[in-house]
């Protein structure tokens, strides 16, 4: 098992940057395929971004490509999400999400694939 605990959200000005960090317990991090998952006021929980279990292989939705960097340190457990020229429409809560996935292709961007999820974390984009 695997907990998950975001941090680094907040209320930022359109075009602003914040990073997002997701910080994970147990000895097996690097066994995890990790993604971003956000759901806005009023939306279905949508996928954002998802890294492999080396961080060599990435996935990201049309709406953020470009403007968002999804990175891990598995040495220090942590998946990270860069979010630059943030929009009005970037505004929800984000969720970090888990995976134990043996295959080294496997990118899942549905959220009922993941298995674990942390609490999240709000951002707020000002116009």
């Known amino acids: 098992q695997v907990q998950l605990a975001e941090s680094g959200g907040g209320l930022v000005q359109a075009g602003g940057s914040l990073r997002l960090s997701c910080e994970a317990s147990g000895r097996t991090f690097s066994s995890y395929v990790m993604a971003w998952f956000r759901q806005g006021p009023g939306k279905k929980r949508e996928f954002v971004a998802v890294?492999?279990?080396?961080?060599?292989?990435?996935n990201y939705a049309d709406s953020v490509k470009g403007r968002f960097t999804i990175s891990r340190d598995n040495g220090k457990t942590t998946v990270y999400l860069q979010m630059n020229s943030l929009k009005p429409e970037d505004t929800a809560i984000y969720y970090c999400?888990?995976?134990?996935?043996?295959?080294?292709?496997?990118?899942?961007?549905?959220?009922?694939?993941?298995?674990?999820w942390g609490q999240g974390t709000h951002v707020t984009v000002s116009s």
């Open positions: 999400a888990a995976k134990r996935e043996y295959s080294t292709y496997w990118l899942g961007i549905e959220p009922s694939e993941y298995d674990y």
């Open positions: 890294t492999g279990r080396d961080g060599s292989r990435t």
